[in-house]
């Protein structure tokens, strides 16, 4: 296999930030510089064992003499998993392009022959916001803070619960006011049969007042016990709203 012709800048690692947590930072991009010193067109070709988590501009292309390009690699927002941070990697392929074959670069890779190919692999570097380094195995400052937060969430978590009220409690207060509910709704029956009687009362005195000529008034008490008699199931949706309202007022309490 040839010497890489290409010159390569930085020329062993590439360094992305990530968070504590290995989540890339968001809207960091790395540069990489290819530079072509020889008299030769050279084509090249980017290449990572991690494809699905780098976004590289551009990936391929062909370099005259004496010129120079830059990449651009932008991770995607994901995270780096721990096991697999050491295996993430780039390499530089590269070729001298064949006499008048400049046309049709994609032609050209698929023609060319294994030692002809000029290789050059770059590692990656992971830094968090304090400059540690994940791929460091004798540094756990950045692990040892990723353990204190998802213990400081557990422990707030279990604080939250301890607020919230009991299966029981609440079961027992919905039964309670199922209850008063079925109460109302009896007395409501009731309430609309006294109101039956009254209206047949009145029937029956008009009818035996009905010989004479005269009609006969009913007693001051009927239209008043008629006027109460609609607002009573007013009054006991306003005592079943007040209940349900209480309910669930425990939940949030």
């Known amino acids: ?25 968001q809207g960091y991009t790395t540069y990489m510089r290819l530079i072509n010193p020889s008299s030769e067109t050279v084509l090249f070709k980017i290449k990572t064992t991690a494809p699905k988590k780098y976004c590289v501009r551009p990936n391929s292309g062909m370099l005259e003499p004496n010129s120079k ?3 651009a690699i932008t991770p995607q927002p994901v995270y780096v998993d721990p096991n697999e ?11 001298i392009a064949p006499e008048g074959k400049n046309n049709n670069i994609d032609q050209v890779w698929k023609e060319i022959s ?8 770059l590692k990656c570097v992971f830094e968090t916001p304090r400059g540690t380094n994940l791929n460091d195995s ?3 400052a ?3 803070e990723v353990t204190k937060k998802r213990v400081a969430v557990a422990d707030e978590a279990k604080a939250t619960l301890k607020t919230l009220p009991k299966s029981e409690n609440v079961e027992n207060d919905l039964q309670k006011a199922s209850l008063e ?17 009254l209206k047949e009362e009145l029937l029956r005195l008009h009818q035996s007042a009905g010989g004479d000529g005269r009609v ?19 009054v006991a949706a306003a005592v079943v709203m007040a209940l349900i309202g209480i309910v669930i007022g425990k939940f949030f309490m």
């Open 216 to 234: 006969a008034r009913p007693h001051s008490y009927g239209p008043e016990k008629q006027a109460q008699v609609p607002s009573l199931p007013l």
């Open 142 to 144: 950045a692990q040892n």
């Open 138 to 140: 004798g540094d756990n």
């Open 69 to 71: 390009v830059e990449i």
């Open 181 to 197: 509910v079925i109460h109302l709704r009896e007395e409501e029956s009731k309430l609309r049969q006294e109101n039956l009687q």
């Open 1 to 25: 296999m040839p010497n890489q012709v290409l010159t390569i800048e930085p020329q062993n690692e590439l360094k992305f930030k990530v968070d504590f947590s290995g989540l890339f930072e």
């Open 85 to 95: 941070k050491h295996k993430h990697k780039f390499m530089v392929q590269s070729v």
């Open 114 to 121: 294994p030692d002809q190919l000029m290789d050059y692999k």
